[in-house]
């Protein structure tokens, strides 16, 4: 992205053989979006990047009316890892196979990880995903009891397990794989499926950690909008906890994003320096979209909600889009995207 190199989809890295930078996406012919008729997440595979997928289950999540007046829930934790890290997964893990690789890398504050060992172990790859030893006990206990992946442990935050992956990727010669670009496409499909069963909504709130799922947004309610399938593009406003929160400083303040140490209890956004970050903020001023912060104690009041009134499984992190609706009151229709049930 930054010395704006063009590469062919023959190349097999997620990130710039020249700058080290993040990649994107290109589509030669830009196709216009539209709807399908069933709103399966395949039904959207035509707008994904060209492979021949292994059509795993992932995403065709459903929307649910909450009890209050312009509020539904986008309910990811029913998907097969229960968060919408799978609707990513299937397809960066179906590029790996495509080019040959026989082991995928990635680092992840718990729910990547879980998600990336289940669709390798389901697509004959081996996975090595770096945690850090101060993420969810349970996360890490899930993807040890299940799903055959080589766990490493870090003394670290997130962004150091990153670091790591980058580094192991490189050495061994395994596809990087977490947040970059072929994620970024797949996550668009949770926007893609509410919006058809919404047709207009004014507001979609959505929770941050590395900010790949709110980039992919973005740029997919932008593509929806140029293609004509909406009207108007919804106010997309990202929720980070109060104690990681390097993107909201930078969008309120206007400066650089900062690198944090995280402290939150939501674990799945404890994220310091958002890989997507810069990305997200140019998109969200061109947008019109927002940031907000919600605390531990607000998102775990709505994470206890959604299972009493709804029975909607959310961890906090799942919670953050709930807790942000009830702090700023939007008008109109809002999504709030909950994002994942691993508690
Ligand atoms: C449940 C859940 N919600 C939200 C997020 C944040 O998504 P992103 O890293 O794309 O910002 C994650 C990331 O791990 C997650 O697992």
Redesign the pocket.
């Known amino acids: 992205m930054k010395c704006r190199e063009r590469y062919k989809s023959s190349f097999t890295s997620q990130i710039c053989g020249k700058c080290d930078s993040l990649l994107n996406v290109v589509y030669d012919e830009k196709k216009k979006f539209s709807y399908s008729t069933d709103n399966s997440f395949w039904s959207y595979g035509e707008f994904m990047p060209d492979c021949s997928y292994k059509r795993l289950e992932a995403g065709s999540t459903n929307v649910v009316i909450a009890d209050e007046y312009g509020l539904y829930f986008k309910v990811e934790s029913t998907n097969p890892t229960k ?3 799978d609707r990513g997964s299937v397809i960066e893990l179906n590029k790996a196979i495509e080019y040959g690789y026989k082991e995928v890398a990635c680092a ?5 990880a879980y998600s990336i060992a289940y669709y390798s172990k389901m697509l004959g790859i081996r996975a090595k995903v770096f945690i850090s030893k101060h993420a969810n006990k349970d996360k890490i206990k899930l993807i040890k009891g299940t799903h055959d992946a080589d766990i490493s442990e870090i003394d670290g935050d997130f962004t150091d397990a990153q670091n790591e992956a980058i580094k192991y990727s490189k050495k061994n010669n395994a596809f990087l794989t977490g ?1 970059y670009c072929y994620r970024k496409e797949g ?1 668009k499909t949770a926007i893609f499926e509410a919006m058809h069963d919404l047709k207009s909504v004014d507001t979609v709130i959505l ?8 980039a992919g947004t973005l740029e997919a309610v932008k593509y929806m909008k140029q293609s004509n399938a909406i009207k108007q593009i919804p106010k997309v406003i990202g929720v980070e906890a109060e104690g990681a929160k390097p993107l909201y400083t930078a969008f309120k303040s206007g400066t650089q994003i900062i690198r944090e140490r995280p402290d939150t209890a939501a674990d ?2 404890a ?1 310091g320096f ?1 890989t997507f970050g810069e990305e997200s903020i140019k998109l969200l001023k061109e947008l019109g979209g927002d940031m907000v912060t919600v605390s531990d104690k607000e998102m775990l009041e709505e994470a206890v909600k959604l299972k009493e009134m709804y029975n909607i499984e959310a ?1 906090l ?2 919670a953050a889009s709930v807790a942000a609706y009830r702090k700023l009151s939007p008008e109109g229709k809002t999504i709030a995207l909950v ?2 049930g ?1 508690i």
């Open positions: 968060s919408f890290k992840s504050t718990g729910n990547m947040d996550q929770p941050v950690g590395n900010a790949t799922l709110l799945a956004i994220v958002p961890e992190g799942g994002s994942g691993n």
